[in-house]
C-alpha cells in the first residue's frame, strides 16, 4: 500500500491551496481514506474523512465550511481542498487509510506527510 501527497506549499492567511493524495496497492473503494495533521510538540489530529464508496465524510470542527474532500475513484486519489486557510491551519499533512471519524488509532497506511504553511 502506497499514499503519496502532493500540493502542500506556503500561502498567505485567506488563501487556498488543494492536496491530493495517490493511492496504490489496495481497491480504493472499499477503504476510507482522508487527511490528518500534526504540528511539532502537539499530537496528530484528524483533519477530515471520506468513504468513497458512499461519498459519506467527516470534518473536524475547526475546518468544517472551509475544507472539502474529495475523491477520483477512477484515478484512485483523494482531494482536500483548503480554503480560507488560517496560520494556525500550518502544520505537515498526511493522507491515511483507514479514516475513520478522524481517529489516529484507526488508521492502517500513512503517507509521508506535505508541509503546510499559512502566513499571517
Keep these: 500500500v502506497q499514499l503519496v501527497e502532493s500540493g502542500g506549499g506556503l500561502v498567505q492567511a485567506g488563501g487556498s491551496l488543494r492536496l491530493s493524495c ?5 481497491v480504493f473503494d472499499e477503504h476510507t481514506i482522508g487527511w490528518f495533521r500534526q504540528v511539532p510538540g502537539k499530537e496528530r489530529e484528524g483533519v477530515s474523512c471520506i ?11 475547526d475546518v468544517k465550511g472551509r475544507f472539502t474532500i474529495s475523491t477520483d475513484n477512477a484515478k484512485k486519489k483523494v482531494y482536500l481542498q483548503m480554503n480560507g486557510l488560517k496560520p494556525e491551519d500550518t502544520a505537515v499533512y ?14 492502517d497506511y500513512w503517507g509521508q506527510g506535505t508541509q503546510v504553511t499559512v502566513s499571517s
Excluded: K, P, Q, R
Excluded at 491515511?96 to 488508521?107: F, I, P, T, Y
Design 22 to 26: 495517490a493511492a496504490s496497492g489496495f
Design 51 to 61: 468513504d468513497s464508496s458512499d461519498g459519506s465524510t467527516y470534518y473536524t470542527d
Design 94 to 107: 498526511y493522507c491515511a487509510a483507514e479514516c475513520l471519524d478522524g481517529l489516529v488509532s484507526a488508521v
